[in-house]
């Protein structure tokens, strides 16, 4: 293509608003148009790339035994009808799937009753594209994904780039998400029963003001949180207890409670349900109506401290199962740096990361589609879905100098510094057509512009090759410019040279 036929517009400046070296990069180059509100939408040669990312991820999956369907995993329960319609024998399975769906590749998979190595299978897949791209990726585990699922994720260099928090553990390598399953967390407790006392405690509404008022570890007092769940019937309110050193994660909570959402109750619900503000709220006579969560923090505590459900006083010495007690106990709190590493124990260091991908275990609220197995007998199929993003590998490609060979819309730019010089002008318009009929794909820069600008385009766009076409045409000698190498040679052995560049680029991929 020539550059005067396509839509590139270029900037000189970084477009305001944006911190991401990617996602400045891609609109700066022309790649995307950004719009208010932190939105950017691809233009032709951003379309360009993430085809060919699609087409990478694609074709690896084919060979995979995936196929490709249309408008059907988006769909709640799409898979599951289609498993309905195609699986009655083992024979049938596993059936594994993928759909191109805007910036997502969504995936999924109906496999045997004993098949969820699956979905470990898939993340190996993803995990090894990714490196070829030269995008080293990690496996995060979290626990809102189930126990089979992880994310794969890039590791980001520093607070503009990433989008999550996480923590990784130095010793063993393992790496999660901060909804990561917590294996322990140990309540705090007395060596002796106390009695349980209320104490004035005037303004000491916060744990820190608590903690600073009576000399104790944070450790040692019990937070008392009120959130509503949304239920079939409206919003339910629910008091999550968790030791005063840990937060709650509400994506844990709504995954325990089975509700979609979760959120902190407004002052009015809090009024309607305890007839007071925040600040002193405690675990001791709560409303019946109150469904009580204890995170795994709290179950067997001794001797904490904890709001006494009156304004300006605490309780002292409260005791599980002697002054509270409840039977929903779980994992609801995040996972931060300085905890316990699930895996060796040792301590957590904070990580920072970007979602690429996640797979899962499909939960459905149909009972799943029965098959005959191999002894004649009936089991029921396990479903599993997940996603590739295509615009975060494209915005982590971008960070990088140039896309790779078969990944950028181009793999040459032919560049003539001077159009005023006809010479130069038709040896380069030979090498386009040239490249161009032996399968190259390739761009020519025949703008009426500066030297200058046209080398600046250049490195924007990111293409891998660069043949500039100039001082030396009248001899037949061109340079062409590959990585961090440059060499002048004849023009007439170019395209064979750019050939056996691409093609073991190729083999590499």
Same mark, same amino acid.
């Given at each position: !293509?020539? !550059?005067?036929?396509?839509?590139?517009?270029?900037?000189?400046?970084?477009?305001?608003?944006?911190?991401?070296?990617?996602?400045?990069?891609?609109?700066?180059?022309?790649?995307?148009?950004?719009?208010?509100?932190?939105?950017?939408?691809?233009?032709?040669?951003?379309?360009?790339?993430?085809? =060919?990312?699609?087409?990478?991820?694609?074709?690896?999956?084919?060979?995979?035994?995936?196929?490709?369907?249309?408008?059907?995993?988006?769909?709640?329960?799409?898979?599951?009808?289609?498993?309905?319609?195609?699986?009655?024998?083992?024979?049938?399975?596993?059936?594994?799937?993928?759909?191109?769906?805007?910036?997502?590749?969504?995936?999924?998979?109906? +496999?045997?009753?004993?098949?969820?190595?699956?979905?470990? +299978?898939?993340?190996?897949? *993803?995990?090894? $594209?990714?490196?070829?791209?030269?995008?080293?990726?990690?496996?995060?585990?979290?626990?809102?994904?189930?126990?089979?699922?992880?994310?794969?994720?890039?590791?980001?260099?520093?607070?503009?780039?990433?989008?999550?928090? &996480?923590?990784?553990?130095?010793?063993?390598?393992?790496?999660?998400?901060e909804n990561a399953r917590i294996e322990q967390s140990k309540p705090y407790r007395t060596e002796k029963e !106390?009695?349980?006392?209320? *104490?004035?405690?005037? /303004?000491?509404?916060?744990?820190?003001?608590?903690?600073?008022?009576?000399? $104790?570890?944070?450790?040692?007092?019990?937070?008392?949180?009120?959130?509503?769940?949304?239920?079939?019937?409206?919003?339910?309110?629910?008091?999550?207890?968790?030791?005063?050193?840990?937060? *709650?994660?509400?994506?844990?909570?709504?995954?325990?409670?089975?509700?979609?959402?979760?959120?902190?109750?407004?002052?009015?619900?809090?009024?309607?349900?305890?007839?007071?503000?925040?600040?002193?709220?405690?675990?001791?006579?709560?409303?019946?109506?109150?469904?009580?969560?204890?995170?795994?923090? *709290?179950?067997?505590?001794?001797?904490?401290?904890?709001?006494?459900?009156?304004?300006?006083?605490?309780?002292?010495?409260?005791?599980?199962?002697?002054?509270?007690?409840?039977?929903?106990? &779980?994992?609801?709190?995040?996972?931060?740096?300085?905890?316990?590493?699930?895996?060796?124990?040792?301590?957590?260091?904070?990580?920072?990361?970007?979602?690429?991908?996640?797979?899962?275990? +499909?939960?459905?609220? $149909?009972?799943?589609?029965?098959?005959?197995?191999?002894?004649?007998?009936?089991?029921?199929?396990?479903?599993?879905?997940?996603?590739?993003?295509? =615009?975060?590998?494209?915005?982590?490609?971008?960070?990088?100098?140039?896309?790779?060979?078969?990944?950028?819309?181009?793999?040459?730019?032919?560049?003539?510094?001077?159009?005023?010089?006809?010479?130069? !002008? =038709?040896?380069?318009?030979?090498?386009?057509?040239?490249?161009?009929? /032996?399968?190259?794909?390739?761009?020519?820069?025949?703008?009426?512009?500066?030297?200058?600008?046209?080398?600046?385009?250049?490195?924007?766009?990111?293409?891998?090759?660069?043949?500039?076409?100039?001082?030396?045409?009248?001899?037949?000698?061109?340079?062409?410019?590959?990585?961090?190498?440059?060499? +002048?040679?004849?023009?007439?052995?170019?395209?064979?040279?750019?050939?056996?560049?691409?093609?073991?680029?190729?083999?590499?991929?």
């Amino acid at each position: !293509m020539k !550059m005067t036929s396509l839509l590139t517009p270029t900037l000189k400046k970084a477009p305001a608003g944006w911190q991401d070296p990617g996602v400045i990069r891609l609109i700066r180059s022309g790649y995307a148009l950004d719009f208010q509100n932190e939105e950017w939408n691809l233009l032709p040669l951003g379309s360009i790339l993430r085809e =060919n990312v699609a087409w990478t991820f694609l074709h690896a999956l084919m060979e995979e035994n995936f196929q490709q369907l249309d408008s059907l995993l988006y769909k709640k329960d799409g898979l599951y009808a289609l498993a309905q319609r195609a699986v009655q024998s083992y024979r049938d399975l596993p059936l594994n799937f993928m759909e191109l769906r805007q910036g997502l590749l969504l995936l999924g998979g109906i +496999e045997t009753a004993s098949g969820k190595e699956a979905q470990q +299978e898939i993340v190996h897949t *993803i995990d090894n $594209i990714l490196q070829n791209l030269n995008l080293p990726s990690i496996v995060m585990s979290d626990e809102t994904l189930g126990t089979d699922g992880n994310y794969v994720a890039l590791k980001a260099s520093d607070q503009y780039i990433a989008v999550e928090n &996480g923590v990784a553990c130095s010793s063993c390598g393992w790496t999660g998400t901060e909804n990561a399953r917590i294996e322990q967390s140990k309540p705090y407790r007395t060596e002796k029963e !106390m009695v349980r006392q209320e *104490i004035h405690t005037p /303004n000491a509404s916060s744990i820190e003001e608590l903690c600073e008022f009576l000399h $104790i570890p944070a450790e040692q007092t019990v937070k008392t949180m009120f959130y509503m769940a949304e239920v079939d019937d409206g919003w339910r309110p629910v008091a999550v207890l968790i030791r005063g050193d840990l937060h *709650i994660s509400e994506e844990k909570l709504a995954l325990f409670l089975k509700v979609k959402k979760v959120r902190i109750a407004e002052e009015n619900e809090l009024m309607s349900v305890m007839g007071q503000k925040p600040g002193y709220l405690g675990p001791v006579g709560l409303p019946e109506r109150v469904c009580l969560v204890a995170d795994i923090s *709290i179950e067997g505590c001794s001797g904490v401290v904890t709001g006494a459900n009156k304004p300006n006083y605490h309780l002292t010495g409260v005791t599980w199962g002697r002054d509270f007690k409840t039977k929903h106990i &779980g994992d609801v709190a995040l996972l931060r740096e300085g905890m316990n590493c699930p895996r060796c124990g040792l301590e957590l260091q904070p990580f920072l990361w970007n979602k690429v991908a996640a797979v899962w275990s +499909e939960k459905s609220d $149909i009972e799943g589609i029965p098959y005959q197995d191999q002894q004649g007998q009936t089991e029921r199929c396990t479903l599993w879905k997940g996603w590739i993003d295509l =615009n975060s590998i494209l915005t982590a490609l971008a960070r990088e100098k140039t896309y790779p060979f078969g990944l950028a819309p181009f793999d040459v730019d032919i560049i003539v510094p001077s159009v005023k010089d006809e010479v130069a !002008m =038709n040896l380069a318009t030979n090498l386009y057509l040239e490249m161009a009929q /032996n399968g190259i794909v390739v761009l020519f820069d025949d703008r009426n512009e500066r030297a200058g600008a046209k080398f600046a385009d250049f490195e924007l766009f990111g293409i891998p090759v660069k043949v500039v076409v100039g001082r030396k045409a009248a001899e037949g000698i061109v340079e062409v410019h590959y990585g961090e190498d440059a060499k +002048e040679m004849q023009a007439e052995d170019v395209v064979c040279f750019l050939s056996s560049l691409l093609n073991d680029d190729d083999e590499s991929l």
